[in-house]
């Protein structure tokens, strides 16, 4: 039987982010005759704005969050089975992937009226990354109750508890919902004076919103192609380095081949010199039992 908090959790982390706290208040005195429901009521938290963003994607778009979760299982099992080939191209496929469900929440926000800054949007994805790192993480994403971004620091486990609504929202998977029609106003003809102005300004909201989206986006690019860089000139340091160890390895392998058959010489005329002293040793002994016998 599923929590009865779990399911009013799953309505309540669904609805638009300035909704929260009212509704939240309202379900306390709903289910005040049931004092322990209630207290579990009122500690949920409000979530933060990256938390909401990734709620609204696990709600809104199922199959994208299934998608990334997906290949965050192949990740660590590529990992897990040292697949360096497999790992590099899950590692590609998992950037391509959060950087694209990250736009598309993004849209998805937008479409509720909210904007996504680029550092909630930076929050949004480290939260899909980490999801695709850490089997706890993902669980913790799909169950939808996020009230805080999670990242993955790449020592131990994801530390989830803190971002969860309840403990008990590990393992729960959040209901997928629909977007909800916007309510249809009363129309009314009403010529405004003013609306050629109010069309520009807005046309200028959107035209500095876009100025600002596209700069966000070449500084990301710009980054992206800074590590890049980064990469490939370590790739080349680390190449010229391998190749300098193989021509000292190739080296002293020659000197130790050269060492070896000095060696072996050099045995030859030990044995020589072992052989020609056992004679002059039995000479000696031979001419001292000469003289012995002759001085007698």
């Given at each position: ?55 609204l ?42 950087a ?42 799909r ?5 805080a971004?999670?990242v993955?620091t ?84 680390l ?58």
């Amino acid at each position: 039987m599923t929590d009865p908090l779990l399911e009013l959790a799953d309505g309540l982390y669904a609805l638009p982010l300035g909704d929260f706290t009212p509704a939240r208040d309202a379900l306390v005195k709903e289910h005040k005759a049931d004092k322990e429901l209630a207290s579990r009521i009122k500690t949920l938290r409000k979530p933060s704005l990256a938390a909401w963003v990734v709620n609204l994607l696990v709600r809104r778009d199922a199959a994208q969050v299934d998608q990334v979760l997906q290949v965050g299982t192949a990740l660590r099992e590529a990992q897990a089975n040292l697949d360096g080939e497999e790992l590099r191209a899950l590692t590609r496929q998992r950037r391509q992937l959060t950087a694209a469900v990250t736009t598309q929440a993004r849209g998805l926000a937008r479409e509720e009226g909210v904007k996504v800054t680029p550092a909630v949007a930076d929050q949004v994805e480290a939260t899909l990354t980490a999801a695709m790192v850490d089997e706890g993480a993902a669980r913790a994403v799909r169950s939808g109750l996020l009230v805080a971004a999670l990242v993955a620091t790449g020592v131990g486990e994801v530390d989830v508890a803190p971002a969860l609504a309840v403990p008990e929202a590990l393992g729960f998977e959040a209901a997928p919902r629909e977007a909800q029609p916007a309510p249809r106003p009363e129309l009314r003809v009403v010529p405004d004076p003013e609306a050629d102005t109010k069309a520009l300004r807005a046309a200028e909201e959107r035209l500095a919103t876009a100025r600002r989206e596209h700069e966000a986006a070449r500084e990301a690019a710009a980054a992206s192609a800074a590590e890049v860089e980064q990469l490939q000139a370590r790739s080349l340091q680390l190449q010229s380095e391998v190749d300098e160890l193989r021509g000292r390895i190739a080296q002293l392998e020659a000197d130790m081949e050269e060492n070896d058959d000095e060696l072996a010489d050099a045995e030859d005329v030990r044995a020589e010199a072992d052989d020609a002293a056992a004679a002059t040793t039995r000479a000696l002994a031979e001419a001292e039992a000469e003289v012995e016998r002759l001085s007698r």
